[in-house]
């Protein structure tokens, strides 16, 4: 790994953030944050990976 790419770090740590937050959802029994939690997991995580095919197409990951 020649550079550390932070804007992968970060959908990494959000995504890693709320399935927590659904843990802390199921906890305190509250839907709302389960629901928010799941659908904001889809969302980083699918940006994670339309951001390294992006940068894959770009020739950014070399194999």
Request: glycine letters at 10%; one cysteine or more.
């Given at each position: ?31 709302w ?8 997991v ?15 197409e ?6």
């Amino acid at each position: 790994m020649k550079n550390f790419q932070w804007g992968a770090a970060l959908y990494s740590f959000l995504a890693v953030a709320s399935m927590c937050m659904i843990g802390v959802g199921v906890a305190e029994r509250s839907t709302w944050i389960i629901v928010l939690s799941t659908v904001l997991v889809f969302v980083f995580m699918g940006m994670g990976f339309v951001r390294k095919k992006k940068l894959r197409e770009a020739g950014f990951y070399d194999e």
